[in-house]
């Protein structure tokens, strides 16, 4: 088992920059590939970045490609979205997941945080 808890949500100015943070506690942090998906309101919860186990792999949405980074720091249990340019089309609710196999579902899901940005 492992929870997650992201936080570093909150409303920008369109151009600007947040980074998110989802913290992991439980089992080993680094038996677990991360990833972090958003959900806008009306729509369905949409891939946006992840990461292997290792870091080495990463993978992010086409729409966010040169914008947003993912990065994990597996000593803090850490996984981060750095999050450039934003556009109004990027609010949404932020969630980071969990597997433990790299190439099936995501177990373990945070309670996601708001990200506003404004025109």
């Known amino acids: 088992q492992v929870q997650l808890v992201e936080s570093g949500g909150g409303l920008v100015q369109a151009g600007g920059s947040l980074r998110l943070s989802c913290a992991a506690s439980g089992r080993t942090f680094t038996a677990y590939a991360v990833g972090w998906f958003r959900q806008a309101p009306g729509k369905e919860r949409e891939f946006v970045a992840s990461m292997s186990r290792s870091g080495i792999v990463t993978s992010a949405a086409d729409s966010v490609k040169g914008r947003f980074t993912i990065s994990r720091d597996n000593a803090k249990n850490t996984v981060y979205l750095q999050m450039n340019s934003l556009q109004p089309e990027d609010t949404a609710v932020y969630y980071c997941?969990?597997?433990?196999?790299?190439?099936?579902?995501?177990?373990?899901w945070g309670q996601g945080t708001q990200v506003t940005v404004s025109s």
């Open positions: 997941a969990a597997r433990s196999d790299s190439f099936g579902s995501y177990e373990y």
